[in-house]
């Protein structure tokens, strides 16, 4: 299976700071290629867990000692990181969004570059496909997909037109659905209108924010005083979120403070604005242009 490089590779590994005899978490294992760049930073008394929902990628499990995968969401991260007895951890690394591998693989649905099934789903054993919201969700709830994921402003019209067309035909295909948006497509910017459409699907067919805020909530749990945070994101919810976390430590309000105005937050950041991609990366890979990476420390603070 075919994996690229991971987009600000070696930013990601110093990020996270590495002690060879320490503990770290690859929470998207993708293609292995963060984890094999972890491993050959350890020593022989380092551990490495690696975590990812999508059955394509288990195939690239690494031969290892030092080395778990466990074939799960990364939203159980804690629960599994105490049933390995592996609390606390040096550092947390992980890569969100959609592998190159899935975007390349057109029969998954992720991408508007070839027809196929509109599936979209990163565990392909459970759960809705986009197909499926397409077909069973009220026009307000479809509206408010486009609308909150996608940032799409005609998000109401496109809604009505989706839900007139399936009682006519199923929305099941990618190009069954770009018929329907063709209308609002612009011009010129066709490619980024239409991928904000399946963005949109594609966070609701994973809950990928719900899921990425119970992660993020958890992390303050597992890593050691002075442990490295390191999240890289592809677009701006994603990052807002990740942001806020690491700045405030909640992700409505601000954070706590005591009698003399000190703020109580689980994360100091490393990195005060977010690290992107060089012309040179960008030129190798496009994917690296929308990328975003934050690095954080944990503080002393004690997370109730």
């Given amino acids: 299976m075919t994996y690229h490089k991971p987009v600000l590779f070696e930013e990601c590994l110093d ?15 993708g293609g292995g290629g963060h984890s094999r760049g972890i491993l050959e930073r ?43 007895k592996a609390i606390p951890v040096d550092g947390i690394l992980a890569d969100l969004g959609v592998s190159s591998h899935q975007f390349d693989e057109v029969e998954r649905g992720f991408s508007i570059r070839g027809d196929a099934d509109l599936d979209m789903r990163m565990d392909t054993t ?17 509206a408010d997909i ?22 006519e035909e199923p929305i099941v295909r990618v190009n069954d659905l770009l018929k329907v948006i063709q209308k609002w ?26 899921v990425l805020e ?33 700045r405030e430590g909640v992700f ?5 403070r005591d009698m003399y105005g000190n703020r109580f937050v689980p994360f100091e950041p490393i990195n005060r604005k977010a690290i992107v991609a060089d012309e040179n990366e960008i030129t190798e890979n496009s994917r690296a242009r929308s990328a975003r990476l934050r690095i954080a420390e944990r503080t002393d603070y004690e997370v109730k």
């Fill in 15 to 29: 990020g996270l700071n590495i002690n060879p005899a320490g503990t770290y978490v690859d929470l998207t294992f």
């Fill in 42 to 84: 350890l020593g022989p008394d380092g551990k490495l867990y690696a975590f990812d929902q999508d059955p394509d990628a288990h195939a690239n499990a690494i031969d290892d000692p030092r080395f778990t995968l466990i074939p799960q969401n990364f939203v159980l991260l804690e629960r599994f990181l105490r049933f390995y």
């Fill in 126 to 142: 459970t759960g809705k496909t986009a197909a499926d919201i397409l077909a069973d969700y009220e026009e307000s709830e479809i």
């Fill in 146 to 167: 486009l609308y909150k994921y996608g940032e799409i402003r005609a998000s109401r019209p496109i809604a009505r037109a989706i839900v007139m067309r399936r009682e």
């Fill in 185 to 210: 497509t612009p011009k010129f910017k066709g490619h980024k209108f239409q991928a904000q459409v399946f963005q949109a699907l594609r966070i609701e067919v994973n809950r990928e924010l719900e």
């Fill in 214 to 246: 119970q992660m993020l909530a958890a992390t303050p749990k597992v890593l050691k005083t002075g442990g490295r945070l390191v999240i890289m994101s592809y677009h701006s919810l994603e990052d807002r979120m990740v942001k806020r976390f690491i």
């Fill in 252 to 256: 409505q309000g601000e954070a706590e």
